[in-house]
């Protein structure tokens, strides 16, 4: 859901330029009588400001919904993009945005929903990040959340939620039975691993709709899995990193490396010499190495995909040992499809 909020300058002379001061910590809290009993953490907003004073009428802000209050009828809106001297739309949508918000008297109105033009799904619609207004992309199934469980190797993990985005078929799967959406989610999924970082929004914007459903919105880092050195020097794309970088502007949450790897550890290739989980965990950690900064109080650690979980496991261990009283949820795109994460297999076996 999106809306428009508008602002006239001649109020309390509240326009562009002031922004910096008005805004706490990316925050700005708006007066908010329409649509408060609706409106939801997470959904969009975009502020229109006009009036006498010298700037350029349109859109200068844009956020999500952070906060609600009620009593106070205020919104706080974090900010994810913001102008103080020119708008971040174009003029032809920002003449546009004038129409609606036109009405005397009222501050919040509804986006339009005949304003939405449904991309066509393919890399340039992912690339341009249309994929919130892609038909094709959003009925894809999401996992629910009574639908999995965190994997086994995470079971001595301390973190406050696992959230995965989509359900991902393994090269070996236990059930034949899988529905064709997410053997087409798999696929592009694949495309992803193999380097079409095309993928990397419609990814994240799935599993920020995971958080949003959730109430898990309020980070101060996200921090990625770290990439390991081998892939690093052989030029493969940085799949988390990226990740990351679209889920942090989809928070408006800053983005930290606070992990990297000493030396290379391969999962696949200790499994063909004979070697079990705990051997792969133990050098994994071996290798691992942190740099948490006092302030990081929330984190969310961000990951491709989990099979049985060792990863994180070992990147919220060495976590702890730094920040052991800081929050951490662990979010991937994707949950391989293992006995151990299913709870209820309706979400993507078929009918």
């Known amino acids: 859901m999106r809306f428009l909020y ?18 706490r910590d990316r925050r700005l809290r708006l007066g908010w009588r329409h649509y408060i009993d609706v409106v939801e953490k ?14 350029e009428n349109g859109v200068y802000v844009k956020g999500i919904v952070d906060a609600i209050d009620l009593e106070a009828s205020e ?25 609606v918000v036109a ?33 094709t992309w959003t009925k894809l199934p999401l996992i629910g959340k009574r639908e999995s469980r965190a994997p086994g190797r995470l079971r001595w993990s301390s973190y406050e939620d696992v959230v995965p985005g989509h359900w991902i078929v393994p090269s070996r799967c236990y059930e034949t039975r899988v529905g064709a959406d997410v053997r087409n989610l798999t696929r592009r999924f694949t ?18 709709e995971q958080l949003r459903r959730r109430g898990l919105l309020e980070f101060n880092y996200v921090v990625p899995i770290p990439l390991s ?13 990226a990740l990351a970088r679209e889920l942090g502007r989809l928070l408006a949450v800053d983005v930290r490396e606070m992990l990297s790897l ?24 071996e290798a691992l190495q942190a740099k948490i900064p006092a302030d990081a109080q929330r984190i969310l650690l961000v990951d491709d995909v989990m099979t049985k979980g060792s990863t994180a496991a070992q990147a919220l261990r060495v976590i702890r040992e730094q920040r052991p009283e800081a929050a951490v949820v662990v979010a991937t795109a994707g949950q391989m499809i293992v006995k151990e994460a299913v709870v ?8």
């Not at 997470?42 to 700037?55: D, K, L, N, Q, S």
């Not at 495309?191 to 920020?208: D, Q, T, V």
């Not at 000493?262 to 950690?285: H, I, N, P």
């Open 6 to 23: 508008k602002i006239h300058s001649a109020y309390d002379g509240f326009r562009p330029a002031v922004l910096p001061q008005r805004m």
């Open 42 to 55: 997470g959904w969009e907003c975009w502020v229109y400001f006009h009036g006498p004073h010298r700037f």
């Open 75 to 99: 919104v706080s809106l974090r900010v994810r993009d913001h102008s103080t001297d020119v708008p971040i739309t174009s003029q032809e949508i920002s003449a546009r945005v004038a129409e």
């Open 103 to 135: 009405p005397r008297y009222r501050q919040v109105f509804l986006w339009p929903e005949d304003w939405t033009e449904r991309p066509h799904c393919d890399l340039k619609a992912c690339k341009g990040r249309q994929c919130g207004d892609c038909e």
């Open 191 to 208: 495309e992803f691993k193999w380097g079409e970082m095309a993928y990397a929004y419609p990814f994240a914007l799935s599993i920020f």
């Open 229 to 241: 050195p081998d892939k690093a020097r052989k030029g493969e794309k940085h799949r988390t990193r």
């Open 262 to 285: 000493s030396s290379s550890v391969s999962k696949r290739r200790m499994q063909t010499q004979g070697y079990g989980a705990a051997e792969f965990e133990r050098r994994y950690r």
């Open 344 to 351: 209820d297999d309706g979400g993507f076996k078929a009918l």
